[in-house]
């Protein structure tokens, strides 16, 4: 059963590889939009192939384990929420992407405001990966529950991004075609923030055994 | 009055062998019409607490218990039992198919004519029904005057549980039934067990806990004589409560 543990060990760290691999492009996707790079864009929508291998051989291993070692109680729960989690962070990866194929866009475009709000998005948003995949790791404390409760922030800050933008386009319709790409940008951080909270949720299921998705108030659970 | 559901209530229930307790206050209650699994590491006790359900037991001069096992009811410990009765309702198949040395319809008809009945045609009826609860009868109508021994593996095994059912049980335990046997006569076991539910309570020792995942309703974690944790089987395999249960079925024990 040692080896069992010595693959549950190497798939973990290829679950954390590919997490870390997305944080990246997420960070880059922002940072070619803010700091106006589209090479650094191109970068996120090259690698993204990168990201879906792994997925692939992620989700490989898991159905073999699953197969081969008959696991049960938390290597079951471990390995199924493996699977998870790696659409999760797959899908977070292809909105890495969407964000770099806006920033070439509006890279191209004259800048209409300096972004303020998709950067502290793009913060939270990150926090919230890298926190429900520690959490994912080295077990359930607070963590999870914290990144829970970090999604609203986010969502409020797509609410606030996307009524000052509706606020210029009245008052400048000539640049409605800049600030709806702004507001998907925006759209898109919020997604990948909702797939953090999925992770987060599935490891609190990971650990305690509890679905606590769909519920009222996770902390109950 | 309602009926009670749990056709066995184990109570406080300990069994020794000489000075040795082999099985330590253990409370369980068995469901009407369910499978229950008994799994746990060889020398837990599974199969000693199997077999006082029909007072297996007593064969072994050295044994004594403490406490209550009540079959519906009564306490199948009183002095009074008649523990021949008793074994009729509480039938048992064991981990090697141990057919009598004749033939298979010998086999089924035996206990019948051993409770007095002696009408050709009742047995015939007997022993037809018997095998086809089994779903043994397809396979053996035309060489029922064969002899046991010279089924396969999986058919003894077969013939061994119409031998229990001839005599109308109203529980079958089964200890370690396919451990012998290869994975198609141990699909076809297990196809049957679920398939008997429906008119007898059943419960099971099996080592394979796969086995104990697939065909029960609910499992009992026995270690070092103790009952450490029993529940409803898809928890427990997929949630246990206890840690020496997750460490016994992960495969990290000791």
Partial sequence: MAIFDEELKALKEKVLKLGSMVEAAI??????????????????????????????GIDEECVRLIALRQPMARDLRFLTIAMKITTDLEQ??????????????????PLLKPYKNIPKMAEITQKMVRDSLDAFVRGCSTLPYEVIKRDDEVDD????????????????????????????????????????????????YMYKGKIIRHVESPEEA | ???????????????????FMAVKKVNLNIEAHKIT????????????????????????????????????????????????????????????PNPFPSSVYENVAYGPQLRGIKKK??????????????????????????????????????????????????????DEPTSALDPISTANIENLLQELQKTVTIVIVTHNMQQAARVSDY????????????????????????????????????
């Fill in chain 2, 219 to 254: 499992t009992a974690f026995m270690y070092l004589g103790e009952m450490v944790e029993f529940g409803e089987t898809d928890k427990l395999f997929v949630n246990p409560q206890n840690k020496l249960t997750e460490e016994y079925i992960t495969g990290r024990f000791g």
């Fill in chain 2, 37 to 96: 699994a008994i799994i746990g590491p060889s020398g837990c006790g599974k199969s000693t607490l199997l077999r006082s359900l029909n007072r297996m037991n007593d064969l072994i001069t050295s044994s004594w218990v403490d406490g209550q096992v009540l079959f519906k009811g009564i306490d199948i410990y009183q002095k009074d039992t008649d523990v021949i009765e008793l074994r009729k309702r509480v039938g048992m198949v064991f981990q090697k």
């Fill in chain 2, 1 to 19: 009055m309602v009926e009670n559901k749990h056709i066995f209530e184990i109570k406080d229930f300990s069994i020794y062998y000489g000075n």
């Fill in chain 2, 121 to 174: 045609s009742q047995l015939d009826e007997i022993v037809e029904n018997a095998l086809m609860r089994a779903d043994l009868w397809k396979e053996v109508r035309d060489k029922l005057h064969e002899s046991g021994l010279s089924l396969s593996g999986g058919q003894m095994q077969r013939l061994c549980i119409s031998r229990s059912l001839a005599q109308e049980p109203e529980v079958l335990l089964f």
């Fill in chain 1, 27 to 56: 960070r880059d996707s922002v940072n070619s939009l803010v700091e106006r790079n589209s090479d650094l864009a191109s970068g996120v929508i090259e690698k993204d192939h990168q990201i879906n291998a792994l997925e692939v």
């Fill in chain 1, 157 to 204: 800050l797509t609410v606030k991004n996307f009524n000052e933008l509706v606020a210029l386009m009245i008052q400048d319709p000539k640049i409605v075609t800049v600030a709806v790409k702004r507001t998907y940008v925006a759209k898109y951080l919020e997604r990948i923030a909702d797939h953090a909270t999925n992770i987060a949720e599935m490891v609190i």
């Fill in chain 1, 92 to 109: 977070m990866g292809d909105l890495a992407v969407n964000i770099a194929e806006r920033a070439i866009e509006l890279n191209e475009e």
